[in-house]
């Protein structure tokens, strides 16, 4: 059975983190395949994280996808929706103390998007 909570990072999201051994995880493996480690559901405010990572991912990929939700991205990608949801990320994991978490994002920023984070 997946883990489910309600997220820190915004009241109101859901959190499902799904392992290999849970039943749902054949169902969803495709969907991590084709997004990665997790995604969004922002009509309804859920968060699927693939389970097999080490918790310190799942963190990350959890700020991100709320950051997805919060900003409103609708699961159409603009150019630049994947660096707004990692900026914001950045600064939840900070005020939530996952500082090394904020940092190892920053230290990924420009290879993930192509320019450098810069802190506003």
């Known amino acids: ?3 489910l909570f309600e997220s ?7 959190v499902a983190v799904v392992k290999p051994n849970d039943t749902q995880y ?12 997790g995604f969004a559901m922002p009509d309804q405010k859920l968060i699927f994280i693939d389970g ?25 990608n603009g150019p630049n929706d994947e660096a707004d949801a990692d900026s914001w990320a950045i600064g939840k994991l ?7 978490e904020a940092n ?13 984070y810069v802190q506003i």
Not at 8 to 14: C, R, S, W, Y
Not at 69 to 74: A, C, E, K, P, Y
């Open 1 to 3: 059975m997946a883990k």
């Open 8 to 14: 820190e990072f915004q009241k109101g999201v859901i």
């Open 26 to 37: 054949q169902a969803l493996a495709p969907l991590f395949v084709k997004y990665g480690y």
């Open 52 to 76: 097999s990572y080490i918790d310190s991912i799942q963190t990350i990929v959890e700020a991100h996808e709320v950051g997805h939700i919060v900003l409103g991205h609708t699961g159409i």
């Open 94 to 100: 900070k005020k939530h103390g996952y500082i090394d």
């Open 104 to 116: 190892k994002l920053i230290e990924q920023y420009k290879s993930r998007h192509g320019f450098p």
